[in-house]
């Protein structure tokens, strides 16, 4: 019993490895795959288009997808395209919330303690500045899009940053890009059917949002360096 409880987080570690890896491997084998399509996406929700259960079924669909490290980028564009621009802000909003914080759990339980008993001594300065200023840098990674955002989620949940900043970091930094992809595709949806000034209107929105959302990085990086600069001015 000594023995397999030295082991347990081990077991633990490469019962995470597998699940995500299973996950993986389940979309490219199985008919899962054509749901996270395009087409098998929107051809889904346009039936249940209808149903009062969409809604709840598309927000499960996002929180399972988001806990299993699966990409959420199609659903949320779907969100917008189905729902329109509030309620597909509102739904994908819920889905990537409350999915981002069962990966974060997920890995917290399952490789946390794995990845100390690996990483020994060389992780106490990562799980100190994480504690201290875990919400800050995450809420900076959160708002530049090229993160990606399963990475961070269990990147966090592997660290000892804390849950409740890490949920509130994640809740702020993630709604401009959602906002922003929601607006997206609200607009394709409506360019496409509606062959109106308004729509077009809509649609060049879109994509300076778009644009202003892939300057983010650049932002960040601007003030990232005004703000060293300005520490090292009032330490000298």
Known sequence: MADLSRFRPYLKLAGLAVILAGAAVAIRITPL????????????????RGSTSAPVIFVLLYIGATALALPGSILTIAGGAVFGFWGGALLNSIGANLGASAAFLLARSLGREGVERIGGKRLAGLNRATQERGFVGLFVLRLVPLVPFNALNFGAGLTAMRWRDYALATVIGILPGTLVYTFFADALVRGSAEASRDAYVRLWIAAGLLLLLSAIPLIVRKLGFTATSNDQAEAS
């Open 33 to 48: 795959g054509e749901v996270f399509s395009g087409p098998g996406l929107s051809d889904l929700l346009d039936r249940l």
